[in-house]
């Protein structure tokens, strides 16, 4: 009779995982961490420099928004929870930060466009017969963009992901 192995809470670990639970890649490297730490808490010291030298809340409010973009989607992700937090923080900062919500701003459509061809293996002109220039949507983790697929003339949405949102995710996440 085979032993099953488990953990501390009895769950099956013997498919080299346990199931429910996320395996994130090896972490990066300890510079990396660094810097990245360096990177948040300088944005952390002049949002808390603004507030001590009494910048009114819907400025503070418009740079906390903004810090939160240039820091990556975990914060923008971050931002869009407080927002719906006015026992925290003054309601001009919570529909400023809602902003986060629904009006991210987009990256360059070029660079998207290279994306999804390198993804798909092939030119926009071969795969769409349109292909709309602009996104109609971005969001924090990514665009959209409407097209319809030649040959069939279905319409689709094409869905970007942001350049560079993994490993921003992962260096966050460690």
Same mark, same amino acid.
């Given at each position: #009779?085979? #032993? #099953?192995?488990?953990d501390a809470f &009895? $769950?099956?670990k013997s498919l080299g995982f346990v199931p429910g639970?996320?395996? +994130?890649?090896?972490?990066? @490297?300890?510079w990396q961490q660094a810097l990245r730490l360096s990177e948040i808490l300088r944005e952390l010291g002049a949002m808390r420099l603004r507030l001590a030298r &009494?910048? @009114?809340?819907?400025? $503070?409010?418009n740079k906390m928004r903004e810090t939160f973009i240039r820091?990556?989607?975990?914060?923008?992700?971050?931002? #869009?929870?407080?927002?719906? $937090?006015?026992d925290v923080f003054p309601p001009e900062a919570c529909?400023?930060?809602?902003k986060l919500q629904h009006q991210m701003p987009p990256f360059d459509t070029d660079a998207a466009r290279a994306m999804v061809e390198a993804e798909l293996g092939a030119p926009i002109d071969t795969l769409f017969s349109e292909f709309s220039p602009e996104p109609i949507a971005a969001a924090?983790?990514?665009q959209v963009y409407r097209a319809t697929v030649k040959g069939t003339g279905q319409d689709v949405a094409v869905k970007v992901q $942001?350049? &560079? +949102?993994e490993p921003r995710i992962v260096l966050d996440a460690h």
């Open positions: #009779q085979q #032993q #099953q192995q488990g &009895g $769950r099956d639970t996320v395996e +994130l890649p090896p972490a990066p @490297p300890m &009494g910048v @009114p809340v819907q400025i $503070r409010a820091l990556g989607p975990a914060f923008v992700k971050a931002g #869009q929870a407080l927002a719906t $937090r006015p529909v400023e930060l809602a924090s983790l990514g $942001r350049p &560079g +949102l």
